[in-house]
């Protein structure tokens, strides 16, 4: 199944502007595509069809009458269901907000729409972000297009699907513990945890804080900076954002990867990771290595993070979810209630002693990276699971402590503040697509982890067994 819907974003709005497909085409296509496909998987989980037609026909009169164009002018746009979204249902996946329609797009959908992206419906998530299986009490489970029956990892597993499936060129993420990266790794695609405050947000609601990012993906890197061009900007809205030069991203600085010294690591020298995913990662590494100046197997001193992130993490669910827990306890899921009691057990010297952890643990990153380019790492700890079991509890026979600590290859990163690039590294031992990351030395150093994953990426597209998978859709016809 081959259609104007798999052409990547960058090929996509080339053709736009050089009138060889019109936006309406575009659009028809991608909506093609979710009618054919997305009952099988679930992403799509609510539309806006005839404004996306309307708002299409507009595009194509602009490119016609050679009116200034966007930077994602005429390309469709799948939206977190996060993500709040003017005249389109928005739950978060919750029951609190199961028929919510806001009136106003929220900073960062009104920037896509503004850089000419038309929206084409909302992606499905775990209910408010929590977990990383997407499923919920409003829409149901979301199936990894490699295998339905397996998870597609969260939160931003709606978006991962769709764009997997050629439903749309570009999506929107977020991330806190990994939820950009994790379903990008299970789902084969690209995409990019900023610095904090890179994508500013009007809705965070503890704005001091690396945790919590907005976030593109895409199919392809390239097409993910593009996108990122047109979200990264200077708001006051935000406490961590700051002048940025968004046309950057746009055009990637060049970047010769045989220059760089390279670290990798298979579990960061904390996070719990299955053998076999390790095997894997380490046999893919020495392929890749040659390409670098050096590639040197090495963990950075992150020994505390897990703890720390769960405890900091606890904190953030006191401030956005205590309320809905007293008053509508019946109306939470399991993720979002175990996570709120856990929080209310912590201590402040708890809280006092994970806050001073951060610190010293981003003071060891910077030393790390005073001998590094950059460091390369699983993009996730296990291949999918079932799509009924809500997370991970068990890695290589030891039991985890919470539901959130099979993503350790991803959290400890969080508490650093880098940024970090997704990137597939082709197929795992069950068949499933597995990713790398592709950590920055520093933060702010975005526009440079992107290139040096746009180059990775190169390299492994020249290999059959590290192209990006790509899942057969022929299966999925009715």
Not at 203 to 218: K, N
Not at 301 to 314: C, D, N, V
Request: charged share 20%.
């Amino acid at each position: 199944m081959s259609d104007l819907c798999d052409l990547t974003a960058c090929h996509a709005r080339q053709k736009i502007e050089t009138k060889e497909i019109s936006p309406l085409e575009l659009v028809d296509a991608c909506i093609g595509r979710i009618e054919a496909v997305n009952h099988a998987v679930n992403a799509i989980v609510a539309t806006c069809y005839e404004r996306a037609r309307e708002e299409a026909l507009l595009a194509e009169k602009a490119v016609m009458n050679g009116s200034p164009l966007g930077a994602l002018h005429g390309l469709p746009l799948g939206v977190k269901d996060l993500n709040v979204t003017a005249g389109l249902r928005t739950t978060f996946g919750s029951e609190l907000y199961a028929d919510w329609v806001p009136e106003s797009d929220e900073r960062i959908i009104a920037a896509l729409r503004a850089a000419g992206a038309i929206v084409l419906g909302k992606t499905n998530t775990p209910e408010f972000g929590a977990g990383a299986n997407t499923i919920n009490r409003v829409y149901g489970a979301t199936g990894n297009p490699f295998d339905v029956k397996r998870t597609c990892g969260g939160s931003s597993g709606g978006s991962a699907v769709a764009l997997a499936c050629g439903m749309v060129p570009l999506a929107t993420g977020s991330d806190t513990g990994g939820s950009l990266r994790t379903p990008a790794s299970f789902c084969g695609i690209t995409s990019h945890r900023g610095t904090p405050g890179l994508v500013p947000s009007d809705r965070r609601t503890i704005g001091l804080s690396t945790y919590s990012v907005q976030g593109p993906m895409a199919r392809n890197v390239h097409d993910t900076a593009l996108m990122l061009s047109a979200m990264a900007t200077h708001s006051t809205v935000d406490p961590l954002s700051g002048p940025v030069d968004a046309s950057e991203f746009a055009n990637l600085p060049s970047v010769d990867l045989s220059q760089l010294k390279v670290a990798w690591s298979t579990d960061l020298g904390v996070a719990p990771v299955d053998n076999q995913i390790a095997t894997i990662f380490r046999e893919r590494m020495n392929r890749l290595g040659t390409s670098f100046s050096s590639c040197t197997e090495q963990n950075p001193q992150l020994q505390t993070a897990l703890e720390t992130f769960w405890i900091i993490r606890g904190v953030h669910f006191l401030a956005s979810h205590l309320d809905a827990y007293k008053t509508t306890p019946d109306k939470l899921g399991p993720n979002v209630s175990s996570n709120i009691k856990a929080a209310l057990e912590m201590t402040s010297s708890d809280i006092g002693w994970a806050m001073a952890e951060q610190t010293r643990l981003y003071r060891n990153f910077q030393q790390f990276f005073e001998d590094y380019d950059l460091l390369l790492c699983p993009g996730n700890a296990v291949p999918p699971f079932p799509l009924e079991t809500l997370y991970c509890d068990e890695i290589n026979g030891q039991k985890l402590s919470n539901y959130i600590e099979w993503l350790g290859i991803a959290s400890a990163i969080t508490l650093t503040g880098h940024p970090v690039t997704m990137v597939p590294i082709g197929l795992d031992h069950t068949g499933a697509p597995i990713g790398v990351q592709v950590v920055g030395p520093k933060r702010h150093s975005d526009a440079f982890t992107l290139a040096c994953a746009g180059e990775i990426e190169l390299l492994l597209q020249m290999d059959p067994l590290t192209k990006r998978p790509v899942p057969t859709l022929e299966d999925f016809k009715r």
